[in-house]
Each structure stands twice: as structure tokens, then as C-alpha cells.
């Protein structure tokens, strides 16, 4: 036994990176194991925004939504370079539907049966005043009218739609936040272990024993006071496989697919598009070239079984905006397709769009040692999850500190959320031999940290292409947890968009080479 913790996280997404970031900063030693790299999963498959989920007002997810909203802010505000105010543009008709039997729904077919199940105007003017209102906002902009018949939002339209709503949300780097809440869980003493498998976890009296696998297939063992399980879609197979517990609760697993186009319009907002199925779909500006078009919510029933967009999903999500667009895209517009599996909390809804989406702690302390499972959550109130399992947290183990993340920026976050520009500006000006392009992306990946990894070496070192340098992949090595390519092209960043296979397996043998120096 060589090391022992107060608290061993099991899980690198969002969640438990999130849940050890926290827990580290109250004073508690941490632990945490990734058996794949940091947000390899669920956790960088989102649709990547900060958004309090109007739908879910349908569903009178009332707090979740609050809460949600409230967070956006106070999520913007610690981490101005990987997330950034946006403009959401929602076109009405006529023809807009439930998407099955939703609380709401079920009252409007009851009082105002002639609608046929339709949403009216005046239902989505309501959700809209409450989503501007329920969470106090203070720098996103309210909701305003567009008459798309002249604005410039309309031009990418059918010439159907002539009014729409457009309202606020937030835009974040996904995968990036879960390497940035790891790489302060680390600076305030967790230790982040990466390709690390929990193969088994045993009680023995108030402690657990937890071995570990390797990727090379080396085994450990270390001790822990307290278990949290954040496996994502795998929380079920830890609990009852790993764990060997007998709790009752279980998970719904809902896939998520996506595609990637060329980029589709020329302004920086998103579309909101409603569709007669009742279905929603966003089309979102992109890594500046691109266009990301979805979601979609399909029953997923293994979580051993990776993910992906399937034809009919692809033709779905396309058949959707050719709907709304007023030039059709196709198959060959598509350059990118991606899938993640939400871990949702089995609620028992009938389907898997009307599955809550809140999340759900349960303490399981029935033969011994605390353990904390934690099923669903979304992207957007992941620090409040964080909050509430320390409060769980809090009750089996000695907490030395409250809450202290609210507002606390994460690395390279220490700027305000308006000083983008001048600190791009800055950084073009102390390296004129940056592009604009790279100038920018290093910005929005790094933040203040984007001069410390520029200065980290003097050699710029190899050019893997669409300004990728052996530099910045050093500093991802050694600082981020990043092993192969796929880390830094796929979730590091999305410069997979923009290299070639060769390029890409350049990168992969140059950093297979340095791992081993």
C-alpha cells in the first residue's frame, strides 16, 4: 500500500474532475482515476454550451433550469477563454409541436384542445420571459423580436419564416474545461491519474482498497476513507461489477450524435430550430470554418459499445435543417460526425428525451466506507454538482473549508470576460510570426497561459501543420495528460478538422518517441 487518500475519485469526465478540483481545495487528499484520458467519453461529445435548457421548462424542471441559468454567469466569469457569450436565434411557425406528452403539453391539449398539440407564440414568449428572468442575469443580454424578412439572420432561411426570437446562452470548450478543473485539482495537491483502470474496489472496515490497472498492465493498490463513483455510463458497471454493491438505482443511457459541416452561414449566432416532430436542433457556429448541427436522443443499452452517429441519425439531423435552410446541405457537406452517451439518472420516463437531466447523489454507506454515486448532470451545472456531493461529502469525512469555486478561474482564466480582444491583441504583438488564425486559437485554448507555453521553450519545434507545434504539444504532455494524437487533435483542441491522416500520424510517432526519451 503506497498510497493512501481521504477521497478516490473514479472517472476523468466533467463530473469527477469537477468533484476533485473541489474536494482538493478544501483541504482533502485526492485521488482520481481515468481508466481512458480526460474526457474521453461523455464528457467531450456535447453539444458544448452553458445553457440552462429551455425545453426542460416543459418538463417544470424548474430548479434545474434556475440553477443552470444562474451558472452560466458565474461558469463565463472564471473561465473567459474556453467559454464566450452567444446569441441563439429561434425562427417561429405556425406548425411548431410537443415533442410527446409533456406536463405542459398534457395541460394545453386539455384547455385548448384546437391546437392540436401545437406550441403557441405565446407559450414560447413565456418560457422565453422566464429563461430571462430565473436567473438573474447580469451580463448576457436579454431576449429581443427579429423580423427576419430584413435582418440578416433571415438571409440563410426559408422565406416562410418571418419572425423570430433570439435570446442568450453561453458557448464552452468541453473537453478543455475537464483538463483545466483537473489541472487545478492537481496545483492544489490531487493526484490525476490517466489510463489508470479501477478494476476492483473492497471495503475493509472504514476504509476502501482500490486496485488499479496500468495500460502496461501494472497493478496497485491504494486506500481510500471515501469512494466516489463518477463513471459517467459506466457508473452502473462500477457500482455493480467493480464495486459488487447491491443499491438499486440504475442509469438511462441516451446517445447524443452530431455531424460537422462546412460552415453554413456567415454570422456568429446559433439557430434554435423546432421541428414538427417536436425534436430541437441547433446549428452552431464552429472552430470558425465549420458549422455543428444537433442533437439526437437514442437509447443507448451498452456502454462497452462506443458510440456513433448512425446513417439514419446523420439523415435525421440533415433532412432537419433542410427544413429551415434555405440552401439543402447533404452527405458530402458532412466532414465530421461525433456521439456520446449521457449518463442519465433512470427516472423511469417513458422516453429518452423526457429522461430529467438533473443529477442525483446517492451515499451508499451500507457495509462499511462511504461511497458516492453520482448519476446524470449536465455540462452546465457541473460546478454546483461539485458543491452538492461535498456537502454528502462532508458528513462521513473532516471538511476544512465551505465553497470556494464560484468565481474562481480555472488556468488561463484570470483576465475579464470582456478582455479577449486586448489580450489577443497582446499576444499578436509579442509574436508577430503567429498567424491570426493561431493567435486567436491559442487564445481561446490558453488564456493567459497562451505567452507561458509560447515562452516554455525557445525551440518552436516541429510544424505538424494547422499551427500545431512540437512546443504546444509538449506543453500538453506534460502538462495536460495528453498521450497520443487523438488527445491533442480530438479533445486538446479540434485541429482534426484540419490535418491530414498523415500530418496526424506524424504528431502520433513524434509524441510515441518522446514518451519514451
Known amino acids: 500500500m503506497s498510497d493512501s487518500y481521504d477521497l478516490f475519485v473514479i ?11 473541489d474536494a482538493a481545495g478544501r483541504g482533502l487528499s485526492v485521488g482520481l482515476a481515468e481508466m481512458g484520458d480526460l474526457a474521453s467519453a461523455t464528457s467531450s461529445a456535447s453539444t458544448k454550451l452553458f445553457h440552462g435548457g429551455l425545453r426542460y421548462l416543459e418538463y417544470f424542471e424548474v430548479r434545474l433550469v434556475r440553477e443552470a441559468l444562474i451558472e452560466r454567469e458565474t461558469l463565463l466569469r472564471a473561465m473567459p477563454h474556453i467559454s464566450w457569450p452567444m446569441r441563439f436565434v429561434l425562427p417561429y411557425h405556425k406548425d411548431m409541436r410537443f415533442e410527446g406528452s409533456t406536463p405542459t403539453s398534457r395541460i394545453l391539449n386539455t384547455v385548448m384542445p384546437w391546437m392540436k398539440g401545437r406550441r403557441p407564440a405565446l407559450l414560447i414568449r413565456l418560457g422565453l420571459f422566464l429563461y430571462d428572468t430565473l436567473g438573474g442575469r447580469k451580463i448576457l443580454p436579454p431576449t429581443s423580436t427579429l423580423d427576419l424578412r430584413t435582418a440578416p439572420e433571415g438571409a440563410p432561411l426559408e422565406d416562410r419564416f418571418e419572425k423570430a426570437y433570439e435570446y442568450s446562452d453561453c458557448w464552452v470548450e468541453d473537453s478543455r474545461l475537464v483538463v483545466l478543473n483537473a489541472r487545478d485539482a492537481e496545483a492544489r495537491g490531487a493526484t490525476i491519474m490517466v489510463r489508470t483502470k479501477v478494476t476492483s474496489a473492497e471495503r475493509e472496515d472504514d476504509h476502501w482498497r482500490v486496485t488499479l490497472e496500468d495500460e502496461d498492465g501494472t497493478t496497485r493498490e491504494v486506500r481510500a476513507k471515501m469512494l466516489v463513483n463518477a463513471g459517467g455510463p459506466w457508473v452502473g ?5 467493480r464495486v459488487r454493491s447491491n443499491a438499486r438505482e440504475g442509469v ?27 425534436r430541437i436542433m441547433f446549428a452552431i457556429p464552429y472552430e470558425e470554418d465549420f458549422t455543428l448541427i444537433g442533437t439526437t436522443d437514442q437509447e ?13 441519425e446523420r439523415r435525421y439531423m440533415i433532412d432537419f435543417v433542410n427544413h429551415y435552410l434555405k440552401g439543402d446541405i447533404s452527405e458530402d457537406d458532412i466532414v465530421w460526425t461525433y456521439s456520446g452517451v449521457r449518463p442519465l439518472y433512470d427516472d423511469g420516463a417513458r422516453s429518452a428525451t423526457a429522461a430529467t437531466r438533473d443529477y442525483v447523489l446517492k451515499v451508499d454507506t451500507s457495509t462499511g466506507a462511504p461511497m458516492l454515486n453520482i448519476f446524470g448532470g449536465k455540462i452546465t451545472t457541473y460546478r454546483r454538482l461539485a458543491e452538492s456531493a461535498m456537502r454528502e461529502i462532508g458528513k462521513h469525512l473532516t471538511v476544512a473549508k465551505g465553497d470556494w469555486t464560484a468565481g474562481v478561474p480555472l488556468p488561463g482564466g484570470d483576465f475579464d470576460v470582456s478582455g479577449v480582444k486586448a489580450l489577443t491583441d497582446r499576444l499578436a504583438a509579442d509574436h508577430p510570426e503567429l498567424t491570426p ?24 519545434g516541429p510544424d505538424f501543420g494547422a499551427t500545431l507545434t512540437g512546443r504546444e504539444v509538449a506543453w500538453l504532455m506534460d502538462r495536460e495528460w495528453a498521450r497520443t494524437a487523438e488527445d491533442v487533435v480530438w479533445r486538446r483542441s479540434k485541429l482534426g478538422l484540419r490535418m491530414s491522416a498523415d500530418q496526424i500520424a506524424t504528431l502520433d510517432s513524434w509524441m510515441a518517441d518522446r514518451r519514451q526519451r
Open 11 to 21: 472517472g476523468g469526465g466533467i463530473n469527477g474532475c469537477g468533484i476533485a478540483r
Open 300 to 312: 443507448h443499452h451498452d456502454p462497452s459499445e462506443k458510440p456513433v452517429c448512425t446513417p439514419d
Open 437 to 460: 488564425y493561431a493567435t486567436r486559437r491559442l487564445v481561446r485554448a490558453y488564456g493567459t497561459d497562451a505567452e507561458k507555453m509560447l515562452t516554455s521553450s525557445d525551440d518552436p
Open 237 to 241: 458497471d462500477i457500482l455493480h461489477n
Open 252 to 278: 438511462r443511457l441516451v446517445r447524443g450524435s452530431h455531424i460537422v459541416t462546412k460552415r453554413l452561414f456567415d454570422h456568429d449566432k446559433c439557430y434554435f430550430f423546432q421541428g414538427e416532430d417536436g
